[in-house]
């Protein structure tokens, strides 16, 4: 491991355009979400909230944003949530997260989300693309109150798949957890992929020879968590793209990960999954969210 502790040739952590801070705060206001604190930090940026979704006028759409052209070498980034009482929205990236080469140094980002009393959120980020010789550690913790709910998703790829860069990062670490507001844990995800370790990364636990692997996590009081499994089983169907799922501890919802090697086929599965539980614990279907 010397070789990540190496002195960049490029601008070191902690300078300036190098540690992204994002900071979001939503209070329910008229009948509607809004965002009424932000702060952040240059590379990490949002536009203003829209409010596209026909279905849900209320519910606003906000998209994570970064100035460069992706993620790289000593960058370290913090997104901190806090999602009010009785709020509704949906968070997602702009495009997927670019993880460049690095030599020397590798690159952190940090995802703290708050769901309180009575509040729906979607955190449903773009995918991951770790580029050639990429180190890249992704560590997201959601604090989810036993009244809300709270749908969120992860897709990783297996690199650069138009240029042949399959497992060519050197790793990708990430842990995700979801919590309760007196700290009990109801998830935790630790995924560490190494190509070089003695484990490799297409196993059955991981990739399992694909090379697209999706999760998607819904916590929820407003459906039984078998109702939720069900309907996210009933969704994908045995003529999808390969997927398991399971209900989680204590009763609190469901999750399904989701392997496949045919990115957009990979894109409507989780699309159809999130729509479905969706359906079930809000009654109306996910919006059309263009991007350009």
């Not at 497992?167 to 844990?185: G, V």
């Not at 407003?222 to 997927?243: Q, S």
Request: aromatic share 6%; hydrophobic share 40%.
């Amino acid at each position: 491991m010397l070789d990540l502790t190496g002195t960049p040739d490029t601008l070191a952590a902690g300078r300036p355009g190098k540690v992204g801070l994002l900071e979001l705060r939503y209070a329910r206001v008229d009948g509607r979400t809004e965002l009424v604190d932000r702060y952040q930090k240059s590379p990490l940026q949002i536009m203003r909230p829209l409010y596209v979704d026909p279905e849900r006028p209320d519910l606003p759409v906000t998209y994570l944003m970064s100035t460069g052209g992706g993620i790289v070498q000593a960058d370290r980034n913090r997104i901190d949530i806090d999602c009010g009482p009785g709020t509704a929205l949906h968070l997602t990236t702009q495009a997927a997260t670019k993880v460049h080469r690095m030599e020397f140094d590798h690159a952190t980002q940090v995802v703290n989300l708050l769901a309180q009393k009575g509040s729906y959120v979607e955190y449903l980020p773009d995918p991951v693309i770790p580029y050639r010789d990429a180190r890249f550690y992704q560590q997201t913790r959601a604090t989810v109150d036993p009244t809300a709910t709270l749908l969120l998703g992860e897709t990783i790829t297996a690199g650069r798949l138009a240029r042949g860069e399959r497992h060519a990062y050197r790793m990708l670490f990430s842990d995700l957890e979801i919590l309760r507001p007196d700290s009990t844990l109801l998830a935790v995800d630790s995924v560490r992929l190494d190509p070089h370790g003695p484990g490799g990364v297409t196993g059955p636990a991981v990739f399992a020879g694909h090379d697209l692997m999706a999760t998607l996590y819904a916590v929820s009081p407003l459906a039984p968590a078998e109702r939720i499994a069900d309907a996210l089983y009933e969704a994908l169907g045995p003529a999808g793209p390969a997927f398991g799922v399971s209900t989680l501890p204590e009763d609190c919802g469901a999750w399904v990960r989701i392997v496949g090697s045919d990115p957009p086929a990979l894109h409507r599965a989780m699309r159809t999954a999130w729509n479905a539980v969706r359906r079930l614990l809000i009654g109306v279907p996910a919006p059309d969210l263009r991007k350009a």
